[in-house]
């Protein structure tokens, strides 16, 4: 993260830039990014935000004069590539995991002021005053998430990586490592060829959604009072019904279908079965 930007129109952009080498949280890797990924994301997320599906976006490509070393296809064939750096823009890089690091590791009162923060700059329709203020920060990820992965089924769009890391806090599509669409409706197809056990296949990516937020769940309940604990659950049982509802509603817009037929599910899963079939 290399600062925050305020636009003419007041909005408020953080710049990130991916490919640029490591930092502390770089773990064993490089920190670097190829040629092919970093064009990918660029046009990939550009698209994406053209598509109406929250995302971040990409403000600029440079190619690097470093050379990096990948396994494109993680076949023991190691091969020397060109390096590029994309800067990227989001309205927040906060993620599920970003929370979910603090409660694992006893932080709770980081815990309590990072979140704090994410609402105050992030989800002004919720007053810092309000005792309920995190259990209505989890409703708002609840639903956005769930209108997130609609929206990525809606035009085939698989995620190669759906962990708590990749998961924007702001239900935004972020970090286009692996990932691809699909020609044709398959619920098994996975973009990512490292994913052995299609963890996170396109037809997973709903109950990989609910997965992820249950984490979340478990990452702020050391901040809720017992009511507010049964109340989130609550809410995340209610993730499957607006997630179906809002898939719906999407396919039958594609569809041209107007008003309510019992029918209508029906056909949508009857097109994609004729889909998979062609």
Not at 41 to 52: K, V
Not at 168 to 195: K, M, Q
């Amino acid at each position: 993260l290399i600062g925050v930007y305020t636009n003419r129109h007041g909005e408020r952009w953080e710049l990130q830039l991916k490919g640029s080498g490591k930092t502390p949280y770089s773990r064993n890797g490089d920190g670097r990014a190829v040629l092919r990924s970093s064009v990918r994301e660029f046009l990939c997320s550009e698209a994406m935000h053209y598509l109406g599906i929250p995302t971040s976006r990409a403000a600029s490509l440079v190619v690097s004069d470093d050379d990096v070393w990948r396994d494109q296809f993680y076949n023991g064939n190691i091969k020397k590539e060109r390096g590029a750096i994309v800067l990227r823009l989001a309205k927040s890089w906060f993620r599920i995991g970003s929370l979910e690091i603090l409660t694992h590791s006893g932080e709770l009162d980081l815990l309590r002021r990072l979140l704090d923060f994410i609402i105050q700059e992030h989800f002004p329709s919720i007053a810092m005053s309000n005792p309920n203020r995190y259990l209505e920060f989890f409703s708002t990820v609840v639903s956005e998430t769930a209108n997130l992965i609609a929206l990525w089924m809606s035009v085939g769009f698989a995620h190669g990586v759906c962990n708590t890391d990749n998961f924007s806090l702001l239900s935004i599509t972020i970090d286009y490592g692996p990932f691809g669409f699909i020609d044709s409706y398959d619920p098994n197809f996975v973009p990512n060829t490292s994913d052995d056990e299609r963890r996170y296949k396109i037809g997973n990516q709903a109950s990989v959604g609910l997965f992820n937020l249950s984490k979340l769940l478990q990452a702020l309940k050391p901040l809720l009072d017992p009511r507010q604990k049964e109340l989130a659950s609550q809410i995340l049982e209610g993730y499957g019904e607006h997630y179906y509802s809002r898939f719906t509603e999407l396919f039958k817009t594609k569809l041209g279908l107007l008003g309510e037929n019992e029918n209508d599910n029906f056909l949508i899963a009857f097109l994609l079965k004729v889909s998979l079939l062609c």
